[in-house]
T-cell receptor, first 113, second 114 residues
Framework: KQEVTQIPAALSVPEGENLVLNCSFT??????LQWFRQDPGKGLTSLLL?????REQTSGRLNASLDKSSGRSTLYIAASQPGDSATYLC????????????FGTGTQLKVEL | GAVVSQHPSRVICKSGTSVKIECRSL??????MFWYRQFPKQSLMLMAT?????????EQGVEKDKFLINHASLTLSTLTVTSAHPEDSSFYIC??????????FGPGTRLTVT
């Protein structure tokens, strides 16, 4: 059974700092990995999707990397802003035609002024 | 882009009553929709997979007679929480799968059972 873990569970940084969020998964047979942002009481916003054949994806100040063999992904946020404060979730989709996502435990980020 | 809506966004109901939550894909057809449940400060747990025109597939531990799912069209799936109890209070999120790469998520429904 796939298990997805995110470290740290919570993180507080000053504005402007670069930061890295970590996601690890136990089964490397994944089709893709996705990073989401969730604001309190809201749904999910997709940030980046990395196919299993890719090593990284970038969007603006965000860069996500994937090392499938070691079961790890990182989300790098450059020059953090208070508006980046949210919970960040990673999720993996398995190979073999399954469409289910297994979500990580989440990292709650707070960027302070 | 692909937009998924949920209705209602918030609902309060009395213990023992039933409540229906709708999930709609607004600008695309979704052969598959997923229902998730999220407790405070926890991650999303998949409850069931809903395929248009067929019975839903429930995850282990989810009571199918309590959480009734209907996927009557390619743009609408409904989740009915029957005989709700306070422990059913939670944040319910649906997602719609286009058949290609991504699931698109709705904004969620906050259910409070008093």
């Amino acid at each position: 059974k796939q298990e997805v873990t995110q470290i740290p569970a919570a993180l507080s940084v000053p504005e402007g700092e670069n930061l890295v969020l970590n996601c690890s998964f136990t089964d490397s047979a994944i089709y893709n990995l996705q990073w989401f942002r969730q604001d309190p009481g809201k749904g999910l916003t997709s940030l980046l999707l990395i196919q299993s054949s890719q090593r990284e994806q970038t969007s603006g100040r965000l860069n996500a990397s994937l090392d499938k063999s070691s079961g790890r992904s990182t989300l790098y946020i450059a020059a953090s802003q208070p508006g980046d404060s949210a919970t960040y979730l990673c999720a993996v989709r398995p190979t073999g035609g399954g469409n289910k996502l297994t979500f990580g435990t989440g990292t709650q980020l707070k960027v302070e002024l | 882009g692909a937009v998924v809506s949920q209705h209602p966004s918030r609902v309060i109901c009395k213990s023992g009553t039933s409540v229906k939550i709708e999930c709609r894909s607004l600008d695309f057809q979704a052969t598959t929709m997923f229902w998730y449940r999220q407790f405070p400060k926890q991650s999303l747990m998949l409850m069931a997979t809903s395929n248009e025109g067929s019975k839903a597939t429930y995850e282990q531990g989810v009571e199918k007679d309590k959480f009734l799912i209907n996927h009557a069209s390619l743009t609408l799936s409904t989740l009915t929480v029957t005989s709700a109890h306070p422990e059913d209070s939670s944040f319910y999120i649906c997602s719609a799968f286009t058949g290609f790469n991504e699931q698109y998520f709705g904004p969620g429904t906050r259910l409070t059972v008093t």
